[in-house]
């Protein structure tokens, strides 16, 4: 029974990777309308709760009111994707309990900043360089293209994403997209 349990694990992982892989390898066809980036931010923070809940993590969400009275020109599915993302690896990182910051501002005229912070285990220096890198990994049951995947969508959205760490106190993810749509392409 142990055999079948490892093989159906396996197989779950194997199939996680392939259907990774393809979304990973598909060109980002990109469906833009105007979007609320609070509400869309909100919605995969609602997506998680419960997860969260079940590890005793606290989610906090700072979100500049200002940023909702203009919507941006994005990919509602494929931002959810990005942030639902950010939101479970940074719950991946914490075991017993912690925050996950959440927080959505202005970053100048032509931009806004959001930011997944927790206070996890934080990411060793040498990986802070691979991280984006397909297949690369820090987690035993990690594809390594969740992160790759977001970086390509973000980028497709003319955005940047960056992140930052300290081993034991936790990951800042910051993504910058910008509000002025015609920079892009």
Request: no cysteine; aromatic share 4%.
């Amino acid at each position: 029974a142990r055999a079948a349990e490892v093989i159906i694990r396996e197989v779950d992982r194997l199939n996680r990777v392939i259907s990774q892989l393809l979304e990973f390898a598909r060109p980002v066809a990109m469906d833009l309308k105007p979007t609320s980036l609070p509400a869309l931010v909100r919605h995969a923070v609602r997506m998680v709760e419960a997860e969260a809940r079940q590890k005793a993590i606290v989610i906090e969400a700072a979100l500049d009111a200002a940023i909702g009275e203009s919507p941006l020109l994005l990919d509602a599915d494929r931002m959810t994707q990005v942030f639902l993302n950010l939101y479970l690896n940074a719950i991946a990182a914490m075991d017993a309990g912690g925050v996950l910051r959440v927080s959505l501002a202005v970053q100048d005229a032509g931009s806004v900043r959001v930011a997944v912070a927790d206070t996890g285990i934080g990411i060793p220096k040498d990986a802070l360089t691979r991280i984006f890198d397909p297949y690369f990994t820090t987690r035993s049951s990690g594809t390594g293209l969740g992160l790759a995947i977001v970086q390509k969508i973000v980028e497709a959205h003319g955005g940047e994403v960056h992140l930052e760490s300290e081993p034991g106190r936790g990951t800042t993810a910051g993504i910058v997209l910008p509000t002025e749509t015609e920079k892009r392409g």
